[in-house]
């Protein structure tokens, strides 16, 4: 949206999709590896010289903010890490916005087992006289304690949206009137675009809605529904579903999508699969998988600059399919993704097919699709 009215943006989000630098964009172009190369070995110095002893996502954060300021942006988009009290990217003290999204049980190791704690952990990036956007779509219990520490911190104002009193921009009802986007897309959009106001109000005021929403038309997230041609890597000539849902909420929202606009009664849907340790695999799955479904579980390959992140088994995804009561095909892929492709696109045979589970394994398939067909817009 802000590159769409003029205002020279620039991005970070985590993790990266195929390359590490990819986690990093300047006016919606991935940065050169040269310069990324460039920048962290400065911040590396840096910590070198300090004895910081700084994590990995510490080293990268810091790139992504060094690379802003060579670039001079206007507004920098950031993406919290895990949680926010504590992550890396919480170190901006005057940000021009914070913005919570809809809030889900995840990394319960680090930020506690119900969803009240874990939004008091997403809380932490509310600073004191900033305007905090937060989905109002979240369970009452959420919402309290959000309001309360925004009440806390001096957090304002705290904008609910969709809004309450449907008092939004005459120019965004007209934009989700005639789109076609599902319930969850169409929260994000407006949590988007009211955060874009407010930054932009800051930095170009001059700038109008209709700009904003124009980026919203144009916008494309790999890795989120995305539509995919594996026909290089399998000969099926129907299109696959990628999309990086790795926790219960995000499951909901992808298997009510593929329940509404992919699955009939008659085609099974053939899911791939694979999981992060540490995730919760029977609240991933149930939304996901239905009894007459083909399964073949995978296993992602290591991930650069994060170590710590492993694969669940691939055969311990199948136990948990056959204990929710799959009774299609189960194939074990191991850590073979081309084969698992080529495994699902035999099993459809024309039917539907799935690739979820994790951001991971997203970033694997993309990652395939581009050494084997190097002029892929995938």
Not at 14 to 43: C, G, N, Q
Not at 89 to 115: A, Y
Not at 295 to 308: K, L, Q, R, T, Y
Request: with cysteine; hydrophobic share 40%; net charge negative.
């Amino acid at each position: 949206m802000l590159h769409a009215a003029n205002i020279k943006t620039g991005r970070f989000t985590s993790p990266h999709l195929i390359d590490r630098w990819d986690s990093i964009t300047i006016e919606e172009k991935t940065v050169d590896a040269s310069k990324f190369y460039k920048a962290e070995d400065m911040v590396k110095l840096r910590d070198s010289i300090g004895n910081i002893k700084a994590s990995e996502f510490e080293i990268l954060t810091a790139t992504a903010f060094e690379l802003f300021t060579q670039e001079k942006v206007q507004v920098g988009v950031i993406e919290v890490g895990v949680g926010g009290r504590h992550d890396a990217t919480n170190i901006l003290q005057h940000p021009l916005v914070t913005v919570i999204t809809k809030i889900g049980k995840d990394h319960q190791s680090l930020l506690g087992t119900t969803i009240e704690e874990i939004a008091s952990h997403k809380a932490g990036i509310m600073k004191p006289g900033v305007a905090c956007i937060v989905d109002a779509t979240n369970q009452e219990s959420v919402l309290k304690v959000l309001e309360a520490a925004a009440q806390d911190v001096g957090a304002k104002p705290l904008h609910r949206r969709p809004s309450e009193t449907n008092q939004e921009s005459a120019n965004l009802q007209k934009y989700l009137a005639e789109s076609d986007l599902e319930s969850h897309q169409r929260v994000n959009v407006s949590l988007a675009y009211r955060a874009a106001m407010i930054a932009a109000q800051q930095t170009a005021p001059a700038v109008s809605s209709l700009a904003l929403l124009e980026g919203a038309r144009k916008s494309f997230w790999p890795g989120r529904l995305q539509t995919l041609d594996v026909r290089a890597l399998t000969g099926r000539r129907e299109p696959v579903i990628l999309d990086g849902a790795h926790n219960a909420q995000s499951a909901e929202v992808l298997g009510f999508y593929v329940n509404k606009r992919v699955r009939t009664e008659s085609r099974p849907v053939t899911w791939i699969i694979a999981a992060s340790v540490g995730k919760e695999l029977p609240q991933l799955v149930s939304s996901l998988f239905q009894p007459q479904d083909n399964i073949v579980a995978a296993e992602f390959g290591p991930v650069d600059g994060m170590p710590w992140v492993t694969p669940v088994d691939a055969e311990s995804i199948l136990e948990v399919a056959r204990s929710v009561g799959v009774q299609g095909s189960l194939e074990n892929a191991g850590k073979d993704v081309l084969r698992a492709l080529q495994l699902a696109a035999e099993l459809a045979a024309g039917d539907p097919i799935v690739i979820g589970g994790s951001l991971y394994l997203v970033s694997d398939v993309l990652r395939l699709l581009r050494d084997h067909v190097p002029h892929s817009s995938a």
